[in-house]
């Protein structure tokens, strides 16, 4: 199930989960907000999206820096700190039986619940609203192989005076509208453009290509701070391959040997062709080298991943 680079294996355990709701757990099918609170009337929060694997949440620490660095950003009080975010988060894993792989993990903080229907903050009462939604997810077989046909749109990632693309916040509509686009051109992702109309990013996931042996990815200027594609930059480097922040035009994606989106639900996915170009029929060699080298970064990371707080809670 799932479309694009977010295709997803079906997993019936799902209808039956328990999601944390401000520190309480409740059943998938009772689990719910106010109409009043700020994320369904605004889209006023910051979220993550979290990956389990080997019964650790891959890149937490990383994940967790952004949340709260966004939502200082917003002026906006989470109201716990990262130990009790932490806490939660692996309870409510627990509490699923899911201590393993296979799991992905969407949290999400929002303003709060607002007295009125309002944009000003100061109209909201009480706390911030904290929900964590754990699934049963896996990334379809095929992601790491299929190529995926890309799109470009006619909705450009925004000047950060307008809104700051680098925010992860619940206001997600200028991606939504590139993505239904796209998928109206029978595209899998949307490829966006900045406002000088050099390439961004795809509208769920980061984009780079390969040229003359080097990886390219936007200048970062216009597209989230994204924790895969900053992951992505730091292997390549290590493992001696050339790779570049920069502005780069559609000419030259269109020439490239390769290209590849990276997010945390797939990873690395290869691209077969982008507005009916065609860039590679089968994954090429340096897209399998990176999905290698993530995988062992994976792999590092969450040999390492909580260990102190784990070891405090019983985890093994």
């Given at each position: 199930m799932g479309k694009g680079t977010h295709q997803y294996v079906p997993d019936e355990r799902n209808a039956s989960v328990l999601i944390d709701i401000n520190g309480d757990h409740i059943p998938r099918?009772?689990?719910?907000?106010?109409?009043?609170?700020?994320?369904?009337?605004l889209?006023?929060?910051?979220?993550?999206?979290?990956?389990?694997?080997?019964?650790?949440?891959a890149f937490l620490d990383r994940h967790l820096k952004r949340l709260y660095r966004g939502a200082k950003a917003i002026h906006m009080n989470i109201g716990i700190d990262e130990a009790e975010m932490t806490r939660r988060l692996y309870a409510v894993l627990d509490a699923n039986?899911?201590?393993?792989?296979?799991?992905?993990?969407?949290?999400?903080?929002?303003?709060?619940?607002?007295?009125?229907?309002?944009?000003?903050?100061?109209?909201?009462?009480?706390?911030?609203?904290?929900?964590?939604i754990p699934e049963w997810k896996r990334a379809a077989p095929e992601t790491a192989t299929r190529m995926l046909d890309l799109f470009t749109v006619h909705v450009r990632r925004g000047d950060?005076?307008?809104?700051?693309?680098?925010?992860?916040?619940?206001?997600k509509l200028n991606c939504i509208t590139a993505c239904i686009q796209a998928a109206e051109a029978g595209a899998d992702e949307a490829l966006?453009?900045?406002?000088?109309?050099?390439?961004a990013t795809c509208n769920s996931t980061h984009f780079f290509i390969v040229r003359d042996g080097e990886i390219w990815t936007s200048s970062g200027n216009y597209c989230l701070d994204g924790i895969t594609r900053q992951i992505v930059l730091e292997?390549?480097?290590?493992?001696?391959?050339?790779?570049?922040?920069?502005?780069?035009?559609?000419?030259?994606?269109?020439g490239a040997?390769?290209?590849?989106?990276?997010?945390?639900?797939?990873?690395?996915?290869?691209?077969?062709t982008i507005d009916g170009r065609v860039i590679g029929t089968t994954r090429g060699p340096m897209v399998e080298r990176l999905q290698q080298l993530y995988l062992e970064r994976i792999a590092a990371d969450v040999a390492a991943a909580d260990r102190p707080f784990e070891q405090a809670q019983g985890r093994p």
């Open positions: 099918e009772k689990a719910m907000v106010s109409v009043f609170d700020s994320g369904f009337m889209g006023d929060g910051v979220w993550e999206g979290i990956r389990l694997h080997g019964g650790r949440l039986g899911m201590t393993d792989e296979g799991a992905h993990v969407r949290l999400m903080v929002t303003r709060g619940v607002r007295s009125t229907p309002y944009q000003d903050p100061r109209v909201v009462v009480g706390d911030a609203t904290i929900v964590i950060p005076a307008v809104q700051d693309p680098k925010l992860n916040s619940h206001s966006m453009l900045d406002p000088h109309g050099f390439v292997i390549a480097r290590e493992a001696g391959i050339t790779a570049l922040e920069k502005n780069f035009s559609l000419t030259e994606v269109y040997e390769e290209a590849f989106t990276t997010g945390t639900f797939a990873g690395v996915a290869p691209v077969g």
